[in-house]
Nanobody, 118 residues
């Protein structure tokens, strides 16, 4: 059974930090590029950060560069999103996504809420 389980969301004050985790199981995770997306009500999902299957390259949305860091731990089948200097505009539901373009396979997690507010 394929699972992507996000955790680590919550309420944080502006300027604070959170670390999101996404634990993968049920598929050959090491072959998949991993990404974090976010979505606010009434808008489509926005790519926040991505990391290659081997962890060798990363990319970020301009709005989070220098504040967020994506990483993956192959021993734990987990991808992380370290979020620092959080702003109110970072408030959203954050989703983990796994994709392997070679076989056109995509999996999504259920999402975790991040709220940045004083």
């Amino acid at each position: 059974q394929v699972q992507l389980v996000e955790s680590g969301g919550g309420l944080v004050q502006p300027g604070g930090s959170l670390r999101l985790s996404c634990a993968a199981s049920g598929f050959s995770w090491k072959n998949y590029r991993m990404s974090w997306y976010r979505q606010v009500p009434g808008k489509g999902r926005e790519l926040v950060a991505g990391i290659a299957s081997n962890g060798g390259s990363t990319d970020y949305a301009d709005s989070v560069k220098g504040r967020f860091t994506i990483s993956r731990d192959h021993a734990k089948n987990t991808v992380y999103l370290q979020m620092n200097s959080l702003k109110s505009e970072d408030t959203a539901v954050y989703y983990c996504m796994a994709d392997w373009r070679l076989i056109n396979r995509v999996y999504w997690g259920q999402g975790t809420q991040v709220t940045v507010s004083s």
